[in-house]
């Protein structure tokens, strides 16, 4: 069964810092694109960051550019996103996904085959 487990989300203050974690299981990602999306209340899916098989190009949403940092270990089978400086504005669910055999980057995330179940971040004023 393939699974992608988020972690690490919880409840921070303005301009704090949180390490989101994504463990994939059932298939190795190693040759997929993998990406970060997040889902506001009320408001739609949308992108945050992608990374490609093997981490050295990346891709950000303007709205978090110089803040989170994506990452990957494909020995791990597991993502990273760092965010620093976190705003009230970034509170929704965060979800990562995960595309298969695709060896670039993404932004669409109709093109993600794998999702995992979100995990929520919550920035306080």
């Known amino acids: 069964q393939v699974q992608l487990v988020e972690s690490g989300g919880g409840l921070v203050q303005t301009g704090g810092s949180l390490r989101l974690s994504c463990a994939a299981s059932g298939r190795t990602f190693s040759k997929d694109a993998m990406g970060w999306f997040r889902q506001a209340p009320g408001k739609e899916r949308e992108f945050v960051a992608t990374?490609?098989?093997?981490?050295?190009?990346?891709n950000y949403a303007d709205s978090v550019k110089g803040r989170f940092t994506i990452s990957r270990d494909n020995a791990k089978n597991t993502m990273y996103l760092q965010m620093n400086s976190l705003k009230p504005e970034d509170t929704a669910v965060y979800y990562c996904?995960?595309?298969?055999?695709?060896?670039?980057?993404?932004?669409?995330?109709?093109?993600?085959?794998?999702w995992g179940q979100g995990t929520q971040v919550t920035v306080s004023s």
């Open positions: 996904a995960a595309r298969a055999n695709f060896l670039g980057t993404s932004r669409d995330y109709e093109t993600y085959n794998y």
């Open positions: 990374i490609n098989w093997r981490g050295d190009i990346t």
